[in-house]
């Protein structure tokens, strides 16, 4: 099993930066895919970014050129560089670990952590 947990949210100004964090504990697939989601509320779950081992990146089109995924393997931990923050982007956002021939989706969540980007 896998655990993950977040932290780095908080609260921001728009046009402002945050860091957030994901550590990894338990067994990992040495080639697994990590993505960070977020959750707006009222809407559903979305994709943020992924990191396909550690040199294939995706990112949701909201996201691309502000927000960078990279990962420390030697610390089991992947961050997310958030830049040039606006309002839509507040949400809780989520870490998830699943291995290569896991459906996205599945596989290990952590709790969230929450981002506000105030206007």
């Known amino acids: 099993q896998v655990q993950l947990v977040e932290s780095g949210g908080g609260l921001a100004q728009t046009g402002g930066s945050l860091t957030l964090s994901c550590a990894a504990s338990?067994?990992?697939?040495?080639?697994?895919?990590m993505t960070w989601y977020r959750q707006a509320p009222g809407k559903e779950r979305e994709l943020v970014a992924t990191?396909?081992?550690?040199?294939?990146?995706n990112y949701a089109d909201s996201v691309k050129g502000r927000f960078t995924i990279s990962r420390d393997n030697a610390k089991n931990t992947v961050y997310l560089q958030m830049n040039s923050l606006k309002p839509g982007d507040t949400g809780v956002y989520y870490c998830?670990?699943?291995?290569?021939?896991?459906?996205?989706?599945?596989?290990?969540w952590g709790p969230g952590t929450p981002v506000t980007v105030s206007s």
């Open positions: 338990g067994s990992m697939a040495r080639r697994n895919v």
């Open positions: 990191i396909i081992n550690s040199n294939t990146l």
């Open positions: 998830n670990y699943r291995t290569l021939f896991m459906s996205e989706g599945l596989g290990s």
